[in-house]
Nanobody, 115 residues
Framework: QVQLVESGGGLVQAGGSLRLSCAAS????????MGWYRQAPGKQRELVAT???????NYADSVKGRFTISRDNAKNTVYLQMNSLKPEDTAVYYC?????????WGQGTQVTVSS
């Protein structure tokens, strides 16, 4: 079955960096687009970044210039490098993919940025 497992979250001070990973299984990873989303307490889940199978990327305005999404098809893994973190980046971060017209989500990883 399809499984997405995020890792790399944690507590970091404002201005710091973290790299999130999402390992996928049960899909042909190289042909799917992948996305990172986040959900802060009391807020709706929102798009952070996406990457197509060909490597084209898209970012939310709030993270442009600070976050970088990338993928390693040999490792079936998508990454989110987060630099210059701000307290407003605090959220649970999820990866998502679409496989056979169904969306799959990971369990999420908590990112907390202290001021």
């Amino acid at each position: 079955q399809v499984q997405l497992v995020e890792s790399g979250g944690g507590l970091v001070q404002a201005g710091g960096s973290l790299r999130l990973s999402c390992a996928a299984s049960g899909i042909i990873f190289s042909i799917v687009a992948m996305g990172w989303y986040r959900q802060a307490p009391g807020k709706q889940r929102e798009l952070v970044a996406t990457i197509t199978s060909g490597g084209s990327t898209n970012y939310a305005d709030s993270v442009k210039g600070r976050f970088t999404i990338s993928r390693d098809n040999a490792k079936n893994t998508v990454y989110l490098q987060m630099n210059s973190l701000k307290p407003e980046d605090t959220a649970v971060y999820y990866c998502r993919t679409n496989w056979y017209s169904r969306y799959y989500w990971g369990q999420g990883t908590q990112v907390t940025v202290s001021s």
